[in-house]
């Protein structure tokens, strides 16, 4: 049998000592930021005591642009979104709607995914959720708020993993987190709003404790970042 090089079996050692310590290498330590508004405002006018028509909603995806997640987390990359269909009914079944606010929303809200580093490379590990529920009157939005607030108090009762009322701690003028998922419902101004989302990425933890770190340092910032762009 020949025998091998001493030269070239030495670089075969390295060679193989390198490929090794790649397939082990750590990602990096996920950073998280903080919100920073830079989109432009959302400026639905819609009449008293009235929903806003809607083809005047706005395009969900348009709501939360890269550089504001890159400042919620700033490895954030290769971004990518998905318009998610939002169905809208009257405010009040025994009244008539006026015409076009009711219906389909095409683009009422918007599925954002994106990737971070993790030991298990994934292109889009982790996602970021906006859906209006309604867009209205403030005094229509605040008050289809406080129901479905209460609904969802009362279905969760005593347990706090299923309901927690946030008030006003987000910016807006009023949220809550429901489910054991990373869920919130707010309102501000003449949106009502939903924000949800989650992640796999190592820095977040593990299930289920994910869902409620991902809520607790991204999605309270989503919500800072949006409310503080509504008019």
């Not at 209460?150 to 009762?157: L, N, P, Q, S, Y």
Request: one cysteine or more.
């Amino acid at each position: 049998m020949p025998k091998m090089n001493p030269v070239l079996a030495a670089a075969a050692v390295v060679s193989a000592a390198v490929v090794l310590s790649g397939c082990s290498s750590e990602p990096p330590s996920l950073t998280f930021g903080s919100a920073k508004p830079s989109g432009a405002r959302l400026e639905a006018r819609p009449a008293r005591g009235a929903s806003l028509p809607l083809a005047q909603w706005p395009n969900a995806c348009e709501v939360l642009g890269d550089e504001e997640i890159r400042a919620i987390l700033p490895q954030a990359k290769d971004f990518q979104r998905e318009p998610v269909k939002v169905t809208v009914i009257n405010f009040n079944p025994l009244e008539t709607s006026d015409p076009g606010t009711t219906g389909d929303v095409p683009t009422g809200g918007c599925k954002t995914e994106f990737g971070l580093p993790a030991k298990y490379k994934s292109k889009h590990n982790s996602d970021i959720r906006i859906v209006f529920k309604a867009v209205a009157d403030p005094a229509l939005v605040e008050a289809s708020y406080a129901e479905d607030r209460d609904d969802e108090a009362k279905r969760a009762g005593q347990d706090t993993t299923k309901f927690r009322d946030l008030k006003d701690s987000l910016g807006a003028a009023g949220c809550y987190a429901k489910g054991t998922t990373a869920t919130m419902v707010c309102h501000q101004g003449p949106y009502q709003f939903e924000v949800s989302g989650s992640s796999t990425a190592d820095g977040v933890g593990k299930y289920p404790q994910a869902d409620e770190n991902w809520r607790q340092k991204v999605l309270t910032e989503v919500v800072r970042t949006v409310s503080a762009r509504m008019a």
